[in-house]
């Protein structure tokens, strides 16, 4: 168990192995969640990544995108119908 004390301003400082457990350096975001009534903390950009990542499932499968080659030669040609366009 780690312990962080409250500022008079309402600030704390994260014990550094939870800082380490959340991977977040200065200036790294966190996000407070809140469930069953206790409070979580996650890296707000892992937490941002995990979403997109979940929002897309299936996505890549429905395009036919199998491997990066794949999305090196979708993002060729949607560069050439954007030049052909202009």
């Known amino acids: 168990m780690e312990l962080a004390k409250i500022t008079t301003r309402g600030q704390l400082t994260l014990p550094i192995a939870i800082r380490k457990k959340l991977n977040v350096q200065v200036g790294s975001k966190v996000v407070f969640l809140e469930d069953k009534g206790r409070i979580i903390i996650e890296n707000a950009g892992m937490l941002a990544l995990k979403e997109a990542r979940e929002g897309m499932a299936g996505v890549a499968e429905s ?18 119908e954007k030049r052909v366009a202009k």
Do not use: P
Request: net charge negative; aromatic share 0%; hydrophobic share 40%.
């Open 63 to 80: 395009l036919g995108v199998k491997d990066e080659q794949d999305v090196a030669d979708m993002i060729k040609d949607i560069r050439k």
